[in-house]
Antibody, heavy 120, light 106 residues
């Protein structure tokens, strides 16, 4: 059964870089049928797609975050990563990683999520 | 970008009630519509994909319909475990976008 697990610091200072990794287990990240993505959810607010990556390295980003976001993949370690630079309090959110079907573009399964707080 | 608008933003209902949640896309998305259920402190879970296909393991009291720009999620007879927040998401094109959510309360 495929599982995803986010890891990374829970507290980041304003203007610094948020870095998270999603470890994929129970399946290969090199599948041609899936993207691997990040979604975030500020406390009490709606879900927001951040971006996703294909195993080959092709990326798609939310235009509202594109200038600050980098998603990368390491197929040898079966994980992918998110970097968001120049963070502000508005970037405080639960960050989820998930698998995305190339054909249908739905997110399943999801990681459990990790809360990242931006504060000095 | 395709905007997804859900209505209502919240709804109060009772066990046994029939509830319908609407989702409207700002432009046509064919049937590339997904519904999720999210409970507090948990990740969302897929209920329905391609507008009307029930995800494996999801109770048959959930159903979805629509195509183009207008979609609905219906719960035929509410159970206690259904009180949660529901989101629609379009998968027609990037950027992927979600609705603002509908909170289903007792």
């Amino acid at each position: 059964q495929l599982q995803l697990q986010e890891s990374g610091p829970g507290l980041v200072k304003p203007s610094e870089t948020l870095s998270l990794t999603c470890i994929v287990s129970g399946g290969s990240i090199s599948s041609a049928n899936y993207y691997w993505g990040w979604i975030r959810q500020p406390p009490g607010k709606a879900l927001e797609w951040v971006g996703n990556i294909y195993y080959s390295g092709n990326t798609y980003y939310n235009p509202s975050l594109k200038s600050r976001v980098t998603i990368s993949v390491d197929t040898s370690k079966n994980h992918f990563s998110l970097r968001l630079n120049s963070v502000t309090a508005a970037d405080t959110a639960v960050y989820y990683c998930a698998r995305i079907s190339v054909a249908v573009r739905w997110f399943d399964p999801w990681g459990q999520g990790t809360l990242v707080t931006v504060s000095s | 970008d395709i905007q997804m608008t859900q209505s209502p933003s919240s709804v109060s209902a009772s066990v046994g009630d029939r509830v319908t949640i609407a989702c409207r896309a700002s432009q046509g998305i064919s049937s590339w519509l997904v519904w999720y259920q999210q409970k507090p402190g948990k990740a969302p879970e897929v209920l329905i994909y391609t507008a009307s296909t029930l995800q494996s393991g999801v109770p048959s009291r959930f159903s979805g319909s629509g195509s183009g720009t207008d979609f609905t999620l219906t719960i035929s007879s509410l159970q206690p475990e259904d009180f949660a927040t529901y989101y629609c998401q379009q998968g027609n094109s990037f950027p992927i976008t979600f609705g603002q959510g509908t909170r289903l309360e007792i």
